[in-house]
Structures are given as C-alpha cells and as structure tokens.
C-alpha cells in the first residue's frame, strides 16, 4: 500500500471511563505502536505494555484504528494519552538471488522504511534544533555529558556548548533567581502563612520531593497538625468553616494506604461504605485478651478467619440480631457446603454437609430436644420436624469395586478374610470376544495363584439337579448360567451374582451359589437366567481371593461390585 500521511503521532485526553482512542497512520504490526500515559503537563508519562495494559485493532488499515485499554489501566480524567510509530531500526526484508522480486514483500519493505522516516521525523520535531543559518555543521552543538549542579552555556567561541559551574561569574545579564536559599537558622512566619504555588511544596537536600500541596479555588477546610507532650499522641485533624469535615487519605493508582502498628476505633465506630452506610463497626472490652486474626491465601487455599488471644482455648461465637439466622450461601455453580475438619495433627481430611445445586421451596429441619437412644437416628415426618426412630441394619456393606474401561484379561478380589460370606455382582461385563464364557476361580495364596481343580458344580437351569465334579472353574459347567453367550456389541453385557460362604475357614468347604441373566448374542432380542452352586471341594484351606475372566479374549468393560456380610 502507499503511504500518504506523514503522521506519526495522536494524542488524548483521558476522561476517567473512556477506553478506546484512535490512531490516524498505519502500521503493520501491534508491537510498532508506543502508548504513553502521564499527567497533563507531560511529567510522570508511563510507557504501557501491548496486552497487559491495552490492545490494538485496525493492524494493516492505511487509516489507523484504535487501541482499547483493558479495564484497570483506564486513564484518568485529565491524563494525557499519547500514541506514537515506534517501528524499530531494523530490516527484516531478505530477498532471494536469482527468485523472481516479489512485489508485496517489496513494497511492505519500503512501507517499513518510510515508516521508520517518519519516526525520524516525529522525534526531530520534538528537538532543539539550530537556525538553518547557523555556521556550526560538524556536529559542535553535541551536548556534553550531564554533571550534578552544572548548567549549559556556549564556549567563549560560540562554537559548542560546555558545562557550567554553579560557582562561576557571569554578567549582569545572565544573573538568575536564587533556586537554592541555605538558611542559617530556623525560619519563623511570624504568624504569616507560607505561600505554595499550585502544585509545589518541600524537596529533601537531594531535590526529591517530599511534600507538595494542591489548592482549591475558595477552599474553607483544611489540616491542622498538634504536636503533643510525652505519652501523648501527635494529632492530625481537619479544620475550617465547615461543621462536619471527612478525612481523606488517598493512595495513587493501585497503591494502597498501610497502617504499621494497628488502627484503633473507639466504641460502635468501625468502616463505612461509600454511602456513609455502616459497614463493620467494632466493640471494646476491658482488659481483652482475646480477638480475631484475618489470614489472606494463595491460589487454590482459603483466607482464614481464626481466635488468637491469650487465652489456650476460645471459642467463636456468631450471634445473629433478633429473630434472624445464620446463611451460608452457595455459588453460581454450587450450593453451599460447610465442612468439618478432623484435628490438624491428623491431617485436612473432613466431614461435610452440602445442600443440593437446585432446591424447590426451602424447608427447615426442626432438632429434638431430647437425645435418642442406642441404634437410633433421625427420620423427618414430612413437614420438618426430626424425631427418633430405631435404624435397621443392611446384613451386607459395600467393600470396593474393580471398574473395567478397557481390554483388560480379568478382575480378581483378595483379602477374603474378614467375614464369614461375601457376595460379589457383575454388571454389564462385556467380553472383547463374541462368544466368550464369564467365569470365575479361587485362590488360597493371597492371589498369587488360581486354583483349576477341585470344584463340585451343581448346575440349576431348569430347576433340575444335575452334579458335575472336578471342573476346572465355578459356574463353568454346561448348562450354568456362565455358560451362556455373551456378545462383544452393543446388546448387554452379563449381569450376575456370586455368593461365597464360609471362604476363610479352613475347617470346612467353601461354599457357594449364583445366577445371571445376560442377553443372546446370537440372537440380541433374546435373554437366558440360569442358577448354579456348589463347593469347592479340598477342605482344610481357607480361601482368601477369587477372580474372574472370559473363556477367551479380554473383559472390554463393566463392573465388579464386592460386599461383606457385616453379621456372623
């Protein structure tokens, strides 16, 4: 594209909401952009970085675009934007020998040097430089290095500029106000005021500034600073017409105002909102030794609100005003949970109570006021209110679960010692190969080894007993449910239960007894139930792990549920 424009610059005026602010010149990348942010006088400009503070769009468009502040670099009111081509001095185009000259890359290659012309350009008019008439041409008019307390005068010659001692005499023309008054002794107003300029006020003897002051047209109110006697307190206070005067402390940008050694309220004083409006207001006891401590965290921790104090124990007492009550609320996302963790010696481990993601009308549990007896617990009676009633106990309790999610050759459970019967559900176990045969052994070694011998298999499918001995699985035999089909697809899978009793004694057999259902996978609309039993037939070993696996091929998926009888 043509470059017509010799812009290089566009300047603004923050407002305190404004974000977006124009650029009129073109640029071909982002980064060839320089924002500066500063004070109206241009003193304290701030260069801000592409992404963190602002965006650019209209990359490539002859006419310019804009660039978009993000929302916590904001400038304020008053603040001077300035946005600067800042194409770096480098050239980046590198053409081929002997290739045909591409003509976008060229002329992107010269936009880049005009563009890098016009940055000249901008910079030079920003410059002193000498009338085109002057006779210095080589370079004399360089300026010297900078020297603390010196100042710039042409050399006797008036061929070069030299630095100047403070120290030095000069005509009466060149006589300048005094900009550094030593006094020797304290300075005393007499009871006359101290006049500051807008904007001006103390440097330290390094000339850094320390104290400046800012004035408003008509002011009535101001500070007053009372030094005070031993043990007493300096004060810094508001005075003036006005009857009732704020205080007002004000960081700059983000920075935040830091109390050191604590922020005393007296009695019912605390903070307020914007509005005036009590927001947390604090109360004192005599001679208190106990007290709250605030503790902030890092990312995925929680800030802590805790009791410190002198005291070993302390409690933390919440106390709602009048009939109100204590809310703890959920989130977009979750509904609330309050959690109860066990001591900290132990660990973090905890205890939760969680109301669900979405309740229909609230309700409230109504507590008894009376404790229950042995074995009982709560039950509602549909309207709130808790009352005690005796809880039944389930014979069987969940012990793990093996969840099968890919080929896999078998699922096996161990540690078969702890109660006098186990039962054992299979849900949708899916073979990787159609036709194969669910089945299951036993071990006596802890899962080392499954044995193939020694079962007697009584087989039930239709209510008829027909003994097999010597077979090499449980519930292998034809005419056991095992025995049926399954299919690899999309059909089901089996679906079964294995009940073994007495597996740790060894002074007795090991008993056992299932039935499955499963579909046909020949014929997918069709299912099969069969039932089998019997023992595992060499007494004086205890059995202690079981397995189960495919005729042939890997278990694709499903599940293996494991429960122990909880009563002997």
């Known amino acids: 594209m043509t470059i017509a424009s010799t812009a290089a610059r566009d300047t603004h005026t923050g407002d305190g909401s404004t974000a977006t602010f124009a650029y009129n010149f073109t640029i071909h990348y982002a980064k060839h952009l320089a924002v500066w942010v500063g004070d109206s006088d241009d003193t304290d400009n701030v260069r801000k970085t592409l992404n963190l503070d602002y965006t650019v769009t209209g990359v490539g468009v002859s006419a310019g675009g804009t660039i978009v502040f993000n929302t916590n670099s904001i400038p304020a009111s008053g603040e001077k934007i300035t946005i600067l081509l800042d194409k770096p001095f480098s050239q980046d185009t590198d053409y081929s020998s002997y290739h045909r000259l591409p003509m976008q890359t060229h002329e992107r290659a010269l936009d880049f040097v005009t563009q890098q ?9 920003r410059s002193l430089i000498l009338p085109t008439s002057t006779s210095i041409s080589d370079g004399s008019a360089v300026l010297p290095t900078p020297a603390a307390g010196y100042v710039l005068k042409w050399n006797s010659g ?43 006020g103390f440097t330290d003897d390094s000339g850094n500034e320390q104290m400046r002051f800012n004035k408003t047209a008509s002011a009535v ?9 031993t043990g007493n307190a300096a004060i810094l206070s508001i005075a003036g017409d006005d009857a009732n005067t704020d205080l007002v402390l004000s960081a700059k940008g983000t920075g935040q105002i830091k109390v050191n050694n604590g922020l005393r309220f007296a009695t019912t004083k605390g903070f307020f909102d914007s509005n005036t409006n009590e927001q947390l207001l604090f109360n004192a006891t005599g001679s208190a030794v106990n007290q709250f401590e605030v503790t902030n965290a890092a990312t995925a921790t929680d800030p802590i609100l805790s009791a410190t104090g002198g005291d070993t124990n302390i409690d933390v007492a919440l106390q709602a005003k009048g009939t109100g009550t204590y809310s703890v609320l959920g989130t977009s996302t979750l509904g609330a949970t309050v959690r109860l963790y066990e001591d900290t010696d132990n660990g973090t481990n905890y205890v939760a109570l969680k109301a669900p993601a979405a309740v229909t009308s609230p309700w409230t549990f109504n507590f008894l006021s009376t404790d229950g007896t042995a074995s009982q617990g709560f039950s509602t009676d549909g309207a709130g209110t808790l009352q005690w009633v005796t809880v039944g106990t389930d014979p069987y309790s969940h012990v793990s679960t093996v969840t099968i999610s890919g080929a896999t050759a078998s699922a096996a459970f161990t540690g078969l010692t702890t109660a006098a019967s186990y039962m054992i559900v299979c849900n949708n176990v899916i073979p990787a190969t159609d036709g194969a045969i669910l089945r299951a052994r036993i071990s006596t070694d802890g899962g080392s080894t499954y044995k193939t011998t020694g079962y007697v298999v009584s087989n039930f499918p239709i209510l008829t007993v027909n003994l097999t001995t010597t077979t090499t699985y449980f519930l292998a035999s034809s005419g056991g449910f095992t025995s049926l089909d399954v299919d690899s697809g999309t059909t089901g899978g089996a679906c079964s239960y294995l009940m073994l009793y007495n597996p740790a004694s060894s002074a007795t057999f090991c008993r056992y007894t299932g039935q499955g259902v499963n579909p046909d996978y020949g014929t997918p609309t069709a299912a099969y139930y069969a039932k089998s039993g019997g023992i595992y037939g060499t007494a004086g070993t205890a059995v202690d792990a079981i397995q189960f696996s495919f005729s042939s091929g890997d278990i694709s998926s499903g599940k293996f549920h494991l429960y122990k009888l909880s009563a002997s």
């Open 117 to 125: 012309d016009k940055v000249i350009s901008e910079r030079a008019g």
């Open 158 to 200: 008036g061929t070069a500029l030299e630095n100047a001692s403070s120290t030095d005499t000069y005509s009466l023309a060149s006589v300048q106000a005094d900009t550094s008054p030593a006094l020797g002794g304290a300075l005393d107003a007499n009871a006359y005021n101290v006049k500051f300029d807008d904007d001006s």
């Open 221 to 229: 109110n101001q500070f007053e600073i009372t030094n005070n006697t």
